[in-house]
């Protein structure tokens, strides 16, 4: 069992910014590529980031594109989601993902398969 752990969700006002970050043991955390997810109340988990297992490759969902930025210090054992120009459409539970399985990892992370392990969230609120 993969235990993620994420930190630093709160209440900021719009345009504002905020850092989460997520943690794990750290034989897994440098094994796994690795993402961030968010469900806004009445809607879908979508991914907003993800990052391959070296940190070398990274995607962004078209919303969040200049605005998030994912990083993974593997000596550190910790994932970073700096979140930039915080808008009321940002308010969601913030979730950490990682997946250990190495073939098209990021890209079936993305999806959220059966083999992406999650963390419990951590709530980020944005007020206009």
């Known amino acids: 069992q993969v235990q993620l752990v994420e930190s630093g969700g709160t209440s900021v006002q719009s345009g504002g910014s905020l850092k989460l970050s997520c943690t794990t043991s750290?034989?897994?955390?440098?094994?796994?590529?690795m993402g961030w997810f968010r469900q806004a109340p009445g809607k879908q988990r979508e991914n907003v980031a993800s990052?391959?297992?070296?940190?070398?490759?990274?995607d962004y969902a078209d919303s969040v594109q200049g605005r998030f930025t994912i990083s993974k210090d593997n000596a550190k054992n910790i994932l970073h989601l700096e979140m930039n120009n915080l808008q009321p459409e940002d308010t969601a539970m913030y979730y950490c993902?990682?997946?250990?399985?190495?073939?098209?990892?990021?890209?079936?992370?993305?999806?959220?398969?059966?083999?992406?392990?999650w963390g419990q969230g951590t709530q980020v609120t944005v007020s206009s």
């Open positions: 990052i391959s297992r070296s940190g070398d490759s990274k």
């Open positions: 993902a990682a997946r250990l399985s190495p073939f098209k990892c990021t890209a079936r992370l993305r999806m959220g398969d059966e083999q992406t392990n």
């Open positions: 750290g034989n897994i955390f440098s094994a796994s590529c």
